[in-house]
C-alpha cells in the first residue's frame, strides 16, 4: 500500500498593525502602517477528531505576531525573523514558517505602495 503524505499550510493572512519600525530615527518616533502574512506548513492525521489541539491556533499565530510587532526594530528582515523564532518556541520548531511583511508607503523620494520581506524557516 502506498502511503501519501500530506502537506498542509496554515494561514492568516493580512494582519494589519501600526508600528514603530524603520532604520532612521524618525520612522521609529511616527510609526507607520505594515501588513504581515504568516503560513505555517504542518502535518496532522487527526484533522477527523475535529479538535484545536490537532492544527494550528490562529490566536495563538496572532498573538505573537503582535507582540513582536510591537518591539521595534530597524530592519523588517530582523522583525521578520523574530516572528518566526517565537513561533517556533510556542507551536513547535518541526514546522516549516513564512513571514511576509509589507512595509506601506516607505520613506523613499517618490511614491511606492509598500516594502516587502520574506522569509521561510
Do not use: C, W
Amino acid at each position: 500500500m502506498q502511503v501519501i503524505e500530506k502537506k498542509q499550510s496554515t494561514g492568516l493572512v493580512g494582519m494589519e498593525f501600526y508600528a514603530y519600525h524603520g532604520f532612521y530615527d524618525e520612522e521609529q518616533k511616527i510609526g507607520g502602517q505594515y501588513t504581515v502574512d504568516v503560513y505555517i506548513q504542518h502535518h496532522s492525521e487527526e484533522f477527523s477528531l475535529d479538535n484545536i489541539e490537532n492544527t494550528i491556533n490562529y490566536e495563538l499565530v496572532y498573538k505573537i505576531t503582535k507582540e513582536q510587532m510591537n518591539i521595534s526594530s530597524r530592519l523588517i528582515e530582523h522583525l521578520g525573523e523574530q516572528i518566526i523564532l517565537k513561533l517556533k518556541q510556542a507551536i513547535g520548531d518541526d514546522k516549516t514558517i513564512k513571514v511576509i511583511i509589507k512595509k506601506h508607503r516607505p520613506p523613499l523620494d517618490g511614491v511606492v505602495n509598500y516594502a516587502t520581506f520574506e522569509i521561510e524557516m
